[in-house]
Nanobody, 123 residues
Framework: QVQLVESGGGTVQAGGSLRVSCAASGRTFSSYAMGWFRQAPGKEREFVAGISRSGYTYSPDSVKGRFTASRDNAKNTVYLQMNNLKPEDTAVYYC?????????????????WGQGTQVTVSS
């Protein structure tokens, strides 16, 4: 069982940066690949970054160059660094854990989810 708690959301102006965190419970955090997703009102949940057990990261083209995941296994924490934020990045951001070496872009492939943290980008 893994419990995930996101933090660090808030309101930022367009062009600014924000880092959100996801703290995991349990001693097996390093056994999980992690993903970051977001969901805006009326839209489907969207994959925005993933990080493997070993720290290999990936971001889809929609946010590539702006969003980067990282992890600190000693702190049982995964991060999402977001730069050059745009109003269309406004959403609730979720972290998710998958008992696997590598991330997945489908939300269905994850075993555990956090409660989400709101990120609002003002123009």
């Amino acid at each position: 069982q893994v419990q995930l708690v996101e933090s660090g959301g808030g309101t930022v102006q367009a062009g600014g940066s924000l880092r959100v965190s996801c703290a995991a419970s349990g001693r097996t955090f390093s056994s999980y690949a992690m993903g970051w997703f977001r969901q805006a009102p009326g839209k489907e949940r969207e994959f925005v970054a993933g990080i493997s057990r070993s720290g290999y990261t990936y971001s889809p083209d929609s946010v590539k160059g702006r969003f980067t995941a990282s992890r600190d296994n000693a702190k049982n924490t995964v991060y999402l660094q977001m730069n050059n934020l745009k109003p269309e990045d406004t959403a609730v951001y979720y972290c998710a854990a998958r008992y696997n070496n590598i991330w997945a872009s489908s939300a269905l492939m994850y075993d555990y989810w956090g409660q989400g943290t709101q990120v609002t980008v003002s123009s």
